[in-house]
T-cell receptor
Framework: AQTVTQSQPEMSVQEAETVTLSCTYD???????LFWYKQPPSRQMILVIR??????QNATENRFSVNFQKAAKSFSLKISDSQLGDTAMYFC???????????FGTGTRLQVTL | EPEVTQTPSHQVTQMGQEVILRCVPI?????FYWYRQILGQKVEFLVS????????KSEIFDDQFSVERPDGSNFTLKIRSTKLEDSAMYFC????????????FGPGTRLTVT
């Protein structure tokens, strides 16, 4: 079975600081894609960053970067220079290609404070 | 920038009634999905659709659910006889052809069954 585990239900970080959200997953597939989605209070699902499992280089998107450890099946999200607008629920997810379903973790609620 | 749209944003219905949730995927996308999120819980896959047929469905997607692409732009989810436990946020997503794995989500429809 394919599973995603986010062990931090809630986290808090001060504005301008750096925070890391953890995610582990389990799959028997060798080719797959990993994602972090952000869900603000509006409940819209917004793609933050994407990583292809066959790429060793960690993905980076402005203030967002990942630490992808394929052997450990770990995919953490680092947010640098945290902003108030980063306050949201963050979901880790993966799938095995275009046609396949996304499997989500239970989410981490991130609160950015002044 | 192209986006997935969903209507209505909020639907209130009585138990036992039929509801149709509508989605307009991104125009050049060929893969379509429905997910649901019960309040406070993770996002769960319901069904994927490609080439005018269901490609995968979850255990949640029982005989009460159906999907249709009635024309070249719309993608609908029908719940025939709603139950209280169908109350959730329903997200439509779409993905373009190719193994990028990336899915773009609509803003969601909040379904409340009373």
């Amino acid at each position: 079975a394919q599973t995603v585990t986010q062990s931090q239900p809630e986290m808090s970080v001060q504005e301008a600081e750096t925070v890391t959200l953890s995610c582990t997953y389990d799959t028997s597939e060798n080719n797959y894609y990993l994602f972090w989605y952000k869900q603000p209070p509006s409940r819209q699902m917004i793609l933050v960053i994407r990583q292809e499992a066959y790429k060793q280089q960690n993905a980076t998107e402005n203030r967002f970067s990942v630490n992808f450890q394929k052997a450990a099946k770990s995919f953490s999200l680092k947010i640098s220079d945290s902003q108030l607008g980063d306050t949201a629920m963050y979901f880790c997810a993966f799938n095995t290609g275009t046609a396949s379903k996304l499997t989500f973790g239970t989410g981490t609620r991130l609160q950015v404070t002044l | 920038e192209p986006e997935v749209t969903q209507t209505p944003s909020h639907q209130v219905t009585q138990m036992g009634q039929e509801v149709i949730l509508r989605c307009v995927p991104i125009s050049n996308h060929l893969y379509f999905y429905w997910y649901r999120q019960i309040l406070g819980q993770k996002v769960e896959f319901l069904v994927s659709f490609y080439n005018n047929e269901i490609s995968e469905k979850s255990e949640i997607f029982d005989d009460q659910f159906s999907v249709e692409r009635p024309d070249g732009s719309n993608f609908t989810l029908k719940i025939r006889s709603t139950k209280l436990e169908d109350s959730a946020m329903y997200f439509c997503a779409s993905s373009e052809q190719g193994r990028t794995g990336e899915q773009y989500f609509g803003p969601g429809t909040r379904l409340t069954v009373t």
